[in-house]
């Protein structure tokens, strides 16, 4: 088995691509060994002196680091994630808590301009997002302001209010009128 890495905007944030599906569909962003609890590979990782942080997309898993270097990281995680893919054993626990986004907010007057603001995240957004190592998604609208979250090598990045503001506010301000402004949630 083969596991490639990628560089990601994020410094402490380090992308690795087994090959292989991660997930089937959604992504998981786990914060520290109690989120990773529900799936074996993230209690592997979690194991890991300095992984501060997992995030698992649908090819790719992104692990964020903390206080070690990543010559000292990098082995040890293609050696965890190799062993946990030879296992067979599952990503996720079958006991595994669904994965839902949900808490998204709106007025329903304003569901037109969402299901735009969302059509344009999910095609314009999330894919170049995902080749990052991250994710983003959509967590509310109110007043002409979005509200995104954004998460795995995306979140604490210190590109992502760029990206925020610049990117994803222009894309959205160019093809809704009514959106002023984006915010991180």
């Known amino acids: 088995m083969f596991i490639q890495t990628e560089a990601t905007p994020n410094p402490s944030t380090l992308?690795?691509?087994?090959g292989r599906t991660v997930l089937e569909q959604g992504t998981l962003h786990m914060t520290g060994p109690?989120?990773?609890?529900?799936?074996?590979?993230?209690e592997k990782l979690?194991?890991?002196e300095g992984v501060?942080?997992?995030f698992f997309g649908s090819d790719f898993i992104t692990v964020t680091r903390s206080g070690v270097e990543w010559q000292h990281l990098k082995p040890a995680i293609l050696g965890a994630i190799m062993e946990h893919y030879l296992s067979g054993a599952p990503i996720l626990r079958a006991d595994a808590a669904p994965l839902e986004e949900g808490g998204e907010f709106y007025d329903e007057a304003d569901e037109d301009t969402v299901e735009t603001i969302k059509d344009l995240?999910?095609?314009r957004v999330?894919?170049?997002?995902?080749?990052?190592?991250?994710?983003?998604?959509f967590k509310g609208y109110?007043?002409?302001?979005?509200?995104l979250t954004m998460k795995g090598a995306c979140s604490g990045c210190p590109s992502s209010t760029?990206?925020?503001r610049n990117g994803i506010q222009n894309l959205l301000r160019h093809f809704v009128p009514d959106v002023q402004e984006v915010r991180a949630a």
Not at 15 to 18: A, D, E, H
Not at 34 to 42: D, F, K, M, V, Y
């Open 121 to 123: 995240l999910e095609t």
């Open 34 to 42: 109690t989120e990773g609890a529900q799936s074996p590979l993230a």
């Open 52 to 54: 501060a942080g997992v």
């Open 162 to 164: 760029a990206t925020l």
């Open 126 to 137: 999330r894919p170049a997002v995902a080749s990052d190592g991250g994710d983003i998604t």
């Open 46 to 48: 979690f194991a890991i």
């Open 142 to 147: 109110r007043d002409g302001v979005v509200y």
């Open 15 to 18: 992308k690795f691509l087994p």
